[in-house]
């Protein structure tokens, strides 16, 4: 009889031993793929972050590569050759300026629109005077004008200027930067 209460005590306890032990191991197995997945996770978040910032320099790239090197903007002018500065050209262009330009641009410092001092060495040329000769379709197409769009919230109007007469301004642009 002692034996037999002895057994199923012994019996007892081991289940109870048995379901503990099980317990655990369940919940260790648990909180090891609970990590796992939060590694997972991580990795994730890093590689996105990865790819953003890949995606940003490109476009800095592409940004840079078109304002300094072969943006040509959108519009009349495909081609400006250049010659050395001629000095009556940019007189003439200096009296358009005065009139048609000075309302909202100064050289050295922003006004209505950007300071000029220095544009003829962030744009090409062509972008330049198609600004000056097709301004409207340039701030919805052109992603740099876009940008100065958003900076300004000003748009630059046309300025009824001929195609001489950006060139004129061109000139007058360029011997500014020459100083
Ligand atoms: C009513 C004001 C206004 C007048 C007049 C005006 N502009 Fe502008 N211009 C702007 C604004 C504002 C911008 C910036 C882009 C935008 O918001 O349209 C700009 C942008 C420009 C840019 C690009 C500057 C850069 O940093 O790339 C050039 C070049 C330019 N203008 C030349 C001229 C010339 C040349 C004339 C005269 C024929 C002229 N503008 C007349 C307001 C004006």
Same mark, same amino acid.
């Given at each position: 009889m002692m034996s037999l209460k002895l057994l199923s005590f012994n019996f007892v306890s081991l289940v109870f031993c048995l379901s503990i032990f099980f317990t655990f191991s369940c919940q260790r197995k648990k909180t090891a793929e609970h990590q796992e997945q939060k590694i997972v996770q991580e990795q994730k978040i890093v590689q996105e972050q990865k790819v953003v910032r890949d995606d940003s320099e490109q476009k800095q790239d592409i940004y840079q590569r078109q304002t300094e090197?072969?943006?040509?903007?959108?519009?009349?002018?495909q081609e400006v050759k250049v010659e050395p500065i001629d000095l009556a050209l940019a007189s003439r262009g200096k009296e358009i300026f005065d009139m048609k330009c000075s309302a909202c641009h100064k050289l050295e410092e922003r006004y209505? @629109?950007?300071?000029?001092? @220095?544009v003829t060495k962030r744009r090409t040329y062509e972008w330049i005077m198609n600004m000056i000769l097709n301004p409207s379709e340039m701030l919805q197409k052109d992603q740099v004008a876009k940008e100065l769009f958003e900076q300004y919230l000003i748009s630059m109007p046309?300025?009824?200027?001929?195609q001489e007469e950006a060139r004129a301004i061109l000139e007058y642009l360029r011997s500014a930067d020459e100083k």
């Open positions: 090197t072969s943006n040509k903007g959108v519009g009349p002018i209505v @629109g950007p300071p000029l001092k @220095g046309y300025q009824n200027v001929s």
